[in-house]
């Protein structure tokens, strides 16, 4: 369990932090209307934007594999995360082609909205797994940036990276905070062998 809590934390303390980074170095992106993926394209970001996308990719499939080793209970929900690793690598290498063209940005902000989708998904099980006050205040949260988000794209508002960013954050707390609760009372669960 211990090893399931690290790779969690070390994911999302990977994405947010070296994210974070990026944005001191083209605060341009944040006060433009611009997305997170706007730091692969930049020349002072790529190396931290890359960083942030490869170590939350890695720690999410050494979760993945911590979930297996729990037990066989928690195998579709290791085959998730194992998906989720790659839909984040999808969207992670999109994100270079975006400057040939519409097409590609295209691709991206589709394929972006799919990973939203995606963890959604994720965020509502745990809803219903674990109904109570701080899970619904951290889906809320995933929820109220996702939709800043999209507010932003069809710019009616600008504030396209705090969205995102807010919308990360709900989903890093469901996460971080949320699941290996879940996953504690389902291995409490277990019938003991006599």
Same mark, same amino acid.
């Given at each position: 369990?211990?090893?399931? $809590?690290?790779?969690?934390?070390?994911? &999302?303390?990977?994405?947010?932090?070296?994210? %974070?980074?990026?944005?001191?170095?083209?605060?341009? =992106? /944040?006060? !433009?209307?611009?997305? =997170?993926?706007? #730091?692969?394209? +930049?020349? *002072?970001?790529? =190396?931290?934007?890359?960083?942030?996308?490869?170590?939350? %990719? =890695?720690? @999410?499939?050494?979760?993945?594999?911590?979930?297996?080793?729990?037990? $066989?209970?928690? $195998? #579709?929900? *290791?085959?998730?995360?194992?998906?989720?690793?790659?839909?984040?690598?999808? /969207?992670?290498?999109?994100?270079?082609?975006?400057?040939?063209?519409? %097409?590609?940005?295209?691709?991206?902000?589709?394929?972006?909205?799919?990973?939203?989708? #995606?963890?959604?998904?994720?965020? %509502?099980?745990?809803?219903?797994?674990?109904? !109570?006050?701080?899970?619904?205040?951290?889906?809320? /949260?995933?929820?109220?940036?996702?939709?800043?988000? @999209?507010?932003s794209a069809i710019h009616?508002? +600008?504030?396209?990276?705090?969205? &995102?960013?807010?919308?990360?954050?709900?989903?890093?707390?469901?996460? /971080?905070?949320?699941?290996?609760?879940?996953?504690?009372?389902?291995?409490?669960?277990?019938?003991?062998?006599?």
């Amino acid at each position: 369990m211990q090893r399931l $809590k690290r790779n969690l934390w070390l994911s &999302q303390i990977n994405l947010f932090g070296w994210l %974070i980074i990026c944005s001191f170095l083209a605060s341009s =992106v /944040v006060t !433009k209307n611009g997305g =997170v993926s706007n #730091y692969g394209n +930049h020349y *002072s970001t790529v =190396v931290f934007y890359s960083i942030a996308f490869i170590a939350d %990719i =890695v720690y @999410l499939d050494l979760a993945a594999e911590s979930l297996m080793m729990l037990g $066989k209970q928690f $195998k #579709y929900l *290791s085959r998730y995360f194992s998906l989720l690793c790659a839909i984040t690598l999808v /969207v992670f290498i999109s994100t270079f082609p975006r400057r040939f063209g519409v %097409i590609f940005t295209d691709i991206h902000d589709n394929i972006s909205i799919a990973l939203f989708d #995606y963890e959604l998904l994720l965020a %509502i099980w745990l809803a219903f797994k674990r109904p !109570k006050l701080d899970t619904f205040g951290y889906l809320l /949260v995933m929820v109220s940036g996702s939709l800043v988000a @999209l507010l932003s794209a069809i710019h009616k508002i +600008h504030l396209m990276f705090v969205g &995102q960013m807010l919308g990360a954050l709900g989903f890093a707390l469901l996460l /971080v905070l949320i699941l290996p609760k879940v996953i504690e009372t389902e291995l409490a669960k277990r019938p003991t062998k006599r």
